[in-house]
C-alpha cells in the first residue's frame, strides 16, 4: 500500500470546501516554467538527477517512497511553479488570495534529494521566487501538516531571516 496515489488529489475537493466556506472559487490554468526556477533553493545536479531519472531506469529518488515515473520531472516542475503563478497574481494585485492543490507536494525536499514524496520544495521555490521576483523582503511559510517541513528549514536555515517556528503540540 502507498499512500501517494491519484486519490489524494480528488480527496481534498478544494472546489466543494471553498464552496462551503463561502469562497468564490476561479481555476486557473497556467504553463510550467523553466528548470531555471528551482535553482535558488535546489542544486543543479539535484535538478539533473530528477530530470533524467527516468531515462536512467531509476525506482526511486530516496529510499523508496518517491516512486519515479515517466513525467515525474514534468509534474514536479508544474506543482513548483503553481505556486509562483499564484505569487504573480496577488502581487500584482489581480488576486486577493490563492489556494494551490498540488501534487506531489514539497516539504520534505531539501536542496539535495528527494523526501517523504517530495521531489522539489514548492514552498520554499515560491517563496525564494517572491524575494527575488517581487521584491518581498520576508516569508512566512505555515506548514499546518502533522509533522514538520524538515526540507524547507533545512533549506533556509542559513538565511539571515531565518527564524525558525515553536511547535507546541500540547
Known amino acids: 500500500f502507498c499512500p501517494e496515489r491519484p486519490e489524494r488529489c ?6 466543494r ?3 462551503e466556506a463561502g469562497v468564490p472559487a476561479r481555476a486557473a490554468s497556467f504553463a510550467a516554467r523553466g528548470a531555471d526556477l528551482l535553482l535558488p533553493v535546489h ?3 539535484y535538478v539533473a538527477l530528477v530530470r533524467d ?19 515525474l520531472f514534468d509534474q514536479a516542475l508544474l506543482a513548483a ?7 504573480d497574481e496577488i502581487l500584482t494585485g489581480r488576486l486577493a488570495a490563492a489556494f494551490c ?12 534529494r528527494a523526501l517523504g514524496f517530495c521531489v522539489f520544495n514548492n514552498t520554499a521555490v515560491a517563496a525564494a521566487y517572491a524575494q527575488a521576483r517581487h521584491g518581498v523582503r520576508r516569508v512566512l511559510v505555515l506548514d499546518w501538516d502533522v509533522h514538520p517541513g524538515n526540507g524547507t528549514q533545512e533549506i533556509f536555515f542559513d538565511d539571515d531571516l531565518y527564524c525558525p517556528a515553536l511547535y507546541d503540540f500540547k
Not at 480528488?10 to 472546489?15: A, K, M, N
Not at 511553479?81 to 505569487?87: E, I, M, Q, R
Not at 492543490?101 to 539535495?112: E, I, L, Q, T
Open 10 to 15: 480528488t480527496v481534498l475537493e478544494p472546489e
Open 17 to 19: 470546501v471553498l464552496a
Open 43 to 45: 542544486d543543479a545536479e
Open 53 to 71: 531519472a527516468f531515462a536512467r531506469k531509476r525506482r526511486y529518488l530516496d529510499a523508496g517512497e518517491t516512486e519515479v515515473t515517466a513525467d
Open 81 to 87: 511553479s503553481a505556486g509562483c503563478a499564484a505569487l
Open 101 to 112: 492543490a498540488v501534487r506531489p507536494p514539497g516539504h520534505h525536499a531539501n536542496r539535495m
